[in-house]
């Protein structure tokens, strides 16, 4: 392995572990000596926004693009940056040249949808939730993704619902999809329906609800059906976050 090398590896490894603060020690003493060392300058951009340091984290990215082509990564990092700093028109050329990428990771497609969401394009950000959905992301956040995208661009209820339901079939435990399905069950008028999703939520789960909206919500869908018992689950539940919230 040569000396260029040993140094991105190890970052690398000390980023993977979550050691954003030693990770940036090491790039920056590598870089003493190396700073127009391109890889380890992208590097330290993507381990400076884990650590919250935009401004740092744009510095070294673009430092970087004066020295080499950024790696699709590198620059997914760096249209989120521009994001948070206001640059909302590079943000979007970046995030669309981004999704125009056949080769482009499965992991990136999850941030290329959020980055679409913070921007408020929610026709590209389905697309992004889409891909992700398509390449066989093992979880149901991007068909969750897809249901809210598709709500604000008005789609039928009836599709949304089909999409929550896939959600729910690859994560049953995400409270969270069932009560997307549940308000547009309401929503279609579907009251029976939507009695029936809030019912498949199990007491462990309403116990560590931490909405207070979500949990009035099923409180009222709970004493409709006759549950007393999850319906006071909700009530102490509700009281709890509250008090959390006083604090």
Excluded: W
């Amino acid at each position: 392995m040569s000396n260029m090398t040993y140094p991105i590896e190890s970052a690398i490894s000390l980023y993977r572990e979550g050691l954003y603060d030693e990770a940036d020690e090491f790039v920056s003493l590598s870089l003493q000596s190396n700073s127009d060392d391109g890889r380890l300058q992208e590097l330290h951009g993507i381990i400076r926004n884990a650590q919250g340091n935009l401004t740092g984290a744009i510095d070294s990215l673009e430092h970087a693009a004066l020295i080499i082509p950024l790696s699709l990564a590198g620059q997914c990092v760096l249209a989120q940056c521009y994001v948070a700093v206001g640059h909302r028109q590079l943000a979007g050329e970046m995030f669309r040249f981004l999704l125009s990428q056949p080769k482009v990771a499965p992991s990136l497609l999850p941030l290329i949808a959020a980055g679409f969401t913070a921007l408020e394009d929610h026709q590209l950000a389905l697309e992004a939730c889409r891909r992700a959905a398509e390449v066989g992301i093992d979880n149901g956040e991007p068909f969750f993704g897809m249901a809210h995208h598709m709500e604000c661009l008005d789609y039928p209820l009836e599709m949304i619902a089909t999409v929550l339901k896939k959600a729910i079939e690859l994560e049953p435990n995400r409270v969270r999809y069932r009560i997307a399905l549940l308000r547009t069950r309401q929503r279609m008028g579907q009251d029976i329906e939507a009695q029936a999703v809030a019912c498949q939520i199990n007491v462990e789960q309403l116990r560590s609800l931490p909405c207070a909206n979500s949990l009035k919500q099923l409180m009222e869908i709970y004493a409709e059906a006759g549950d007393h018992r999850r319906g006071e689950l909700c009530r102490l539940r509700i009281r709890e976050v509250d008090s959390t919230g006083d604090e």
